[in-house]
């Protein structure tokens, strides 16, 4: 089992930026692919980012590719999201997911789900 708790959101203005945390608990979070989603109301959730287990492999999607970035630290068991010149339509809540054990490449298949928070980016 791995537990994931995400932090870091709030409110801020467009042009702004954010840095979103997700700390894990649990068993082996090293050998988990760590992704970024987001889902705004309404709307279906949307896949934002993920790193491989070795940090070796970095995937975004179109519409965060040159805004976002993703990072993990092993050691200290957390994935982060930074967020530079956010937009009204980035608002969402945002979650943080676990998945591909032992496997490097692009990730599509999560395990683990936190609770997500929510960033609201006002115009």
């Known amino acids: 089992q791995v537990q994931l708790v995400e932090s870091g959101g709030g409110l801020v203005q467009a042009g702004g930026s954010l840095r979103l945390s997700c700390a894990a608990s649990g068993r082996a979070f090293s050998n988990y692919a760590m992704g970024w989603f987001r889902q705004a109301p309404g709307k279906e959730r949307e896949f934002l980012a993920v790193?491989?287990?070795?940090?070796?492999?970095?995937y975004y999607a179109d519409s965060v590719k040159g805004r976002f970035d993703i990072s993990r630290d092993n050691a200290k068991s957390t994935v982060w999201l930074q967020m530079n010149s956010l937009r009204p339509e980035d608002t969402a809540v945002y979650f943080c997911a676990a998945g591909c054990y032992g496997r490097g490449g692009r990730c599509r298949d999560y395990t683990y789900w936190g609770q997500g928070t929510q960033v609201t980016v006002s115009s």
């Open positions: 790193v491989d287990w070795s940090v070796v492999t970095k």
